[in-house]
Each structure stands twice: as structure tokens, then as C-alpha cells.
């Protein structure tokens, strides 16, 4: 399959080995794009994939614009590439949209939480549902990479030859 149909085409439907390949190929993505931004300040915490562009200002005022928008565009592009390999992946194990939409939702619910628990901290606390966030996101996220990475795709019967001319003679 080529790269970019593997990475950005939600098309189709992947077996293990090219879901594997594409997160691999997305994190080597992200590396490269900590290279990129690493010498206008970014911290080696920007390669951390899905939450390093939300930990660290991956451009600073050197590129001449908020920091935050890169990391956001980082973030989209992070989004949609891990979205399509995970749904090519549940398609070809036989399921639906629905475990990525439902842990899309739980990391959702679960920032949301975080967020309103921040707006009661004050000064340095503010750390402790950061770090307990990133923790349970990427849990969450590593346990459905882990599911869609590891659980066998549906076993396709193959067709037993000697079966063929009878089906065909019966039709």
C-alpha cells in the first residue's frame, strides 16, 4: 500500500502489519517534526506523540507566530493520521467506528474533567491534573493501539477448489 493511501486515505480496511507500519511511520513523523521545530526552541518533549504538542511551544516567537498554532496543526495532522489507521484496522477485524469514536469520547469527557479540576488549583497544583491527565489519556490510547495492534483480523475462509465446480454447476 502506498504512503499516503496507508497514512491518509480512511479508505479501506489494514491487517496488523500495515497498521504497525503506519504508527511506526507516524512517530517517525513526529520525530521529524521535533527536528524541524528543535532548533527554534522546541524541548524533546514535542516528539512524545499525541501529547507532545500540547506539553511544550513547539515554535516560540522565532518563526514569528504563536506557538501554539503549529502545535495545533501538528495535533490535527496527528489526529487524523492515528483516526485512519485505527479504522482501517477496525474494519478489517469486522467492527465499526465505534471503539475509536467511544475512546475519542472518554479522552474527551476525561480532558474536560481535568480542566474544570485545574480551575480550582492555584499556583503549582495545577501540575497534578496535567500529569494525571496525560496519564490516563495515553493509557487509554495505548490500550486501544495495543487491541487493534495485537487481536487477529477475521479468518477469511479460503475457497476449498474441489467445491467450485459443483457450486458452479448448482448455480
Same mark, same amino acid.
Given at each position: ?6 497514512l491518509?486515505s ?7 502489519g500495515? &497498521?504497525?507500519t @503506519?504508527?511506526?511511520l507516524l512517530?517517525?513523523?513526529?520525530? @521529524?517534526?521535533f527536528?524541524a521545530?528543535g532548533?527554534? @526552541?522546541?524541548?524533546p518533549m514535542a ?7 500540547w506539553?511544550?511551544?513547539v ?13 495545533l ?12 489507521l ?5 474494519? *478489517?477485524?469486522?467492527?465499526?467506528a465505534?471503539p ?6 472518554l *479522552? ?8 474544570a ?7 503549582m ?5 496535567i &500529569?494525571t491527565?496525560a ?8 490500550a486501544?493501539? @495495543? ?5 487477529p ?7 476449498d ?7 458452479m454447476?448448482?448455480?
Open positions: 500500500m502506498p504512503f499516503f493511501v496507508l491518509f480512511p479508505r479501506g480496511a489494514i491487517g496488523r500495515p &497498521f504497525w @503506519g504508527l511506526f512517530l517517525g513523523l513526529e520525530i @521529524g517534526g527536528l521545530f532548533r527554534h @526552541g522546541a524541548a516528539a512524545i506523540p499525541l501529547v507532545g504538542p506539553l511544550v511551544d515554535s516560540g516567537p522565532a518563526l514569528g507566530f504563536d506557538g501554539w498554532i503549529p502545535g496543526l501538528i495535533l490535527a495532522l496527528q489526529g487524523w493520521i492515528s483516526g485512519v485505527c479504522l482501517k484496522r477496525l474494519r *478489517d477485524m469486522g467492527h465499526g465505534g475509536l469514536v467511544g475512546v475519542w469520547g *479522552d474527551l469527557i476525561l480532558t474536560g474533567a481535568l480542566m479540576w485545574m480551575g480550582h488549583l492555584q499556583g497544583a495545577v501540575i497534578v491534573p &500529569f491527565g496519564g490516563a489519556s495515553g493509557l487509554l490510547w495505548l486501544l493501539l @495495543g487491541w487493534l495492534g495485537v487481536e483480523g477475521p479468518r477469511r475462509a479460503t475457497p477448489p474441489a467445491l467450485a465446480p459443483a457450486a454447476a448448482a448455480g
